[in-house]
């Protein structure tokens, strides 16, 4: 039987560990806190914002979230970002994307301090990555490394092979693999025989966007999976396909309309892997923990330097 990577176990942990952290900073100088900024009325961006708010709740973090409309131009959003960059009290400020379309994301990214940028998705925080220096990390990828090292996965060494290569998973987790010293493969959709390289993998990371695309011909046995992918299957046809019939998934679906499905396939995964993260409870809670870290850890920087 292959391990499961629990992601729930480990956001569990990792939050625990967090809270003296919170507590000493608020008892030293005063709780840490994130701004996040959310333009428009995307319905995945409002719950995952929810959640993120819910978690500093939890934590005892301070949380301000800012809803500029659907209509807001770049400028006014770097007028935002200048504000918030400037005020003393904000430790961390997370711009959810996407954006509107007529915003200039990028700019807007660019825009935030570096030494606030809780997301680590700004081009400082990625050099900073890329040279091996210290400073806050994308959050899944960064979730990723807790989850492979607190399991004792062993990666230096060991053949990683990393599919997808966005700038927000795919590029950093194969930065970090490499800090680990595993030997890395980037693919991407013009990869050449893409199965093949897979089964090269001791650990391969699957950051796609498609669901169940990678099947047994991809995965080596043994190997360590970790499935990024959050796939939403609307399609009742092709939820009996991707699980075999499952008359457990089958009802899920017709209670809510659709089914979460990771880019691995759930059983030839669960058949030939050594260790896996499952869709739903892998990969998923790690990023809005290691969030929370970013905040945390911004926050006793800026303590420290005051
Ligand atoms: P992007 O769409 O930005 O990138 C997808 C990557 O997959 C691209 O590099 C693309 O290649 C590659 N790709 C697409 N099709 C193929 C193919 N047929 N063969 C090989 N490579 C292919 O996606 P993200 O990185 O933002 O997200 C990936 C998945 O992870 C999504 O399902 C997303 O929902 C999920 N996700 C989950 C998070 C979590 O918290 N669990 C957080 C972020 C993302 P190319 O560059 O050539 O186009």
């Not at 569990?12 to 030293?28: F, G, H, Q, S, T």
């Not at 209509?71 to 935002?80: D, Q």
């Amino acid at each position: 039987m292959p391990q499961i990577l629990d992601g729930n176990r480990v956001r569990d942990d990792i939050m625990n560990e967090l809270k003296p952290r919170v507590a000493a900073l608020a008892a030293r100088v005063r709780p840490p806190g994130l701004a996040v900024v959310l333009a428009g009325h995307d319905p995945a961006s409002e719950i995952y914002v929810r959640n993120k708010v819910g978690a500093c709740q939890d934590l005892g973090i301070r949380s301000e979230t800012l809803t500029p409309p659907d209509s807001i131009s770049t400028e006014e959003l770097l007028g935002m970002i200048a504000q918030l960059n400037a005020r003393p009290e904000v430790d961390g400020i997370l711009v959810q994307l996407p954006l509107p379309p007529q915003v200039e994301a990028k700019r807007v990214v660019a825009a935030v301090a570096p030494a606030k940028d809780v997301d680590g998705l700004h081009p400082c925080n990625i050099g900073n990555l890329v040279a091996g220096l210290p400073g806050p990390r994308a959050c899944t990828p960064a979730g990723i490394l807790e989850l492979l090292k607190r399991y004792g996965i062993r990666m230096a060494g060991k053949r990683a092979v990393v599919v997808g290569r966005s700038d927000i998973v795919g590029k950093p987790v194969a930065f970090l693999l490499l800090h680990e010293h595993a030997t890395v493969t980037m693919c991407h959709s013009k990869t050449a025989d893409l199965a093949a390289v897979c089964r090269e993998a001791d650990i391969l990371v699957a950051a796609i966007g498609r669901a169940a695309m990678i099947t047994g011909e991809y995965l080596a046995p043994g190997v360590t999976v970790i499935d990024v992918g959050m796939n939403r299957i609307d399609n009742r046809d092709e939820v009996a396909r991707i699980f075999r019939n499952s008359p457990r998934k089958l009802a899920a679906f017709d209670k809510r309309g659709s089914v979460l499905v990771g880019d691995v396939d759930p059983f030839d995964v669960a058949e030939r892997a050594g260790a896996y993260s499952p869709v739903p409870g892998g990969v998923g809670p790690l990023t809005i923990a290691m969030l929370m870290a970013n905040t945390v850890s911004s926050a006793e920087r800026r303590a420290g330097a005051c």
